[in-house]
């Protein structure tokens, strides 16, 4: 997979790079700057280092926000002077809660360039902006997100941009949308603890993540739910900062939770039923257990323990929904309904034996399988036809030929299992109906000849070749389904739903 970060490199004018060499870098140093500003040892060092932050927003992203987002710049700017009155009061908690004001609100700026870029098919313009994203969210490293092959596609053909606009927007409020909800969950974990200060901290970025989602929610849903659910993120950061006892907060925050959820669920466009939410609460979860996870453990060890915390909160909650759950899962389809709950363990031993997060990831994807056949079932789940499951393949293996280059063997090897255990197998039947041949050539290519190539340490030229191979089968494969992968979707979907889902649903007692 190709640096984000070097190819924006390549494309900055002279006179950005004489400053910081990428938008990422000068999000980042804005953020060390503020950090600073709040460890130093006297104020006019803390003054010194805001006034580093203030050039750096004049310098590279007060012009875009003004020119595209007046709002944001008021709110960086009102924060500016607010974190200045505070360093000078010595009140370094509340400055922290502002830096987050700023430290998010930039996102914001960066996406609404990104929308721009892509509005005028400027692919210099996206590369550029999207850098704080990469820099930020570590997106590159994301096998799932097709976002990451449409960039090699636009970087090999500038043209092809106007081809994925919106995976490239639509992933990225993913990212938003998740972390809405997220930092609820996390306010309410740091209350399980005790720590109000933590919960104040991840409020505040919910409500300044949720800014970039905004705009979505009321295009998709009208703006009185947009606003209800603007309204629900403030109440958060209302809520803890209230004299309300821990307990109570925990129980306002739990019911706001359920508000935000039911909404994001409304904008998925999803199953908003009780058993549609649950498995949605616990699909989300499983994802973040991932990302956080990745973060906080290497080598058998933790290095980032506030995200390891994190990645045990979510999977307690989406173990809970599970449990709460189980007997409608188990009416909807019994062996799916085992095989998440052995997941669900499985993820905890892990977990708790800090073990390979490639493991984590593996895991995950198959616990994802189960909830998208439950999904299915219960009638909430959005289709997903053949093309999906190869654009994820190729995607993997793409991942995979530059983790095998850059020397992570074992990376690649889960990157290619990946591809063919949790994407594959949804490939085939399709494309046996009409290319038998094919069909068996990759399946032997990917699950046989490249895995085993990658443990015998063959040349990264060679695992090259091989992969190219696949990936130019994998085409040939998208061009002789067109019909008949849909059609196969359709007819699982219509099979299942209308003979088992439909004659279960209303009978089903649920709790959330």
Known sequence: MFSILVLVGGIIPSSFAATHSTLGDAWSSIKTSLENAEKAANIDDSIKHLNDAKKTYVDH??????????????????????????LKEGNIDQAKLERQVVDKTIYKIAFVKIEQALENNDSDGLFKWYDVMEKKFKISEKSDFQSNLAFEKIKANSAELQNHSETITGELLGIFKLKTIEEIEEAIGALENDNVADAKKFAYEGLYYYRTLH?????????????????????VIEVVESDMSIDEMKDELNHILDEVELIIREYEGGDTSEVGLALSGIYDRLNLVEEEYAAAVTDGK??????????????????????????????LSE????????????????????????????????????????????????????FGYIDNIQSLLTQAKAEYRNGNSQKAYDLVSSAYLDNYE????????????????????????????????????VIDAKVDLLLADLEVARS?????????????????????ALMKRNTLAIKI
Do not use: C, W
Request: no cysteine; net charge negative.
């Open 61 to 86: 992203f007060q012009s875009a926000a003004q020119e595209l987002d007046a709002e944001s710049h008021d709110l960086i700017s009102t924060a500016f002077t607010d974190i200045e009155n505070l």
């Open 215 to 235: 705009p979505s929610i009321e295009a998709t849903l009208g703006p009185e739910s947009a606003n209800e659910l603007l309204h629900e993120m403030e109440e």
């Open 302 to 331: 933790i290095v980032d323990q506030e995200e390891y915390d994190e990645t045990v909160v979510f999977l307690a909650k989406a173990t809970e929904l599970y449990e709460e759950n189980k007997d409608a899962f188990t009416e």
């Open 335 to 386: 062996t799916d309904s085992v095989n998440l709950a052995n997941h669900l363990k499985t993820l905890n031993e892990i977990i708790t034996k800090f073990e390979s997060p490639s493991k984590v990831s593996i895991t995950v994807g198959k616990a994802l399988n189960n909830i998208s056949t439950l999904q299915e079932l219960s009638g909430g789940a959005v289709e997903t036809d053949v």
């Open 426 to 461: 949804f490939v085939e039947d399709p494309l046996g109906e009409v290319d038998h041949e094919l069909m068996e050539k990759i399946e032997v290519n990917m699950r046989e000849e490249l895995r085993s190539l990658i443990q015998s340490n063959a040349s990264p030229d």
């Open 480 to 500: 002789v389904v067109p019909e008949f992968g849909t059609i196969a979707m359709l007819i699982l979907v219509i099979s299942i739903v209308s003979v088992v």
